[in-house]
């Protein structure tokens, strides 16, 4: 089942309800991206995957360093003035 839904992080009752998540796609800026690794990284599902996007290049190895912090592993990486990260949960 597809669920597309916009929220201020993790704990809206919507996506509590339907965690975890085999895809989350987040098109945010860098700052937000960081604070919300705990958050994406719980409701992943296992050997889900997560599309980060809305950071600058300079800002790509400290958001990819939060997730692995998480034990999420890079998959692609797109670089360029707007990267985007795929990585993906053990």
Do not use: C, K
Not at 14 to 28: D, G, S
Not at 71 to 79: A, P
């Amino acid at each position: 089942e597809l669920l597309l839904a916009a929220a201020d992080g993790m704990e809206s009752p919507l996506l509590v309800a339907r965690a975890p998540f085999e895809l989350i796609v987040a098109n945010i800026l860098a700052g937000p991206l960081i604070a919300l690794a705990p958050e994406f990284s719980r409701t992943l599902a296992p050997h889900g995957t997560l599309v980060l996007a809305g950071l600058l290049d300079s800002q790509a190895s400290a958001v990819l360093e939060a997730y692995n912090d998480f034990g999420l592993e890079l998959l692609n990486r797109r670089d360029g003035e707007w990267p985007v990260l795929v990585v993906q949960s053990p």
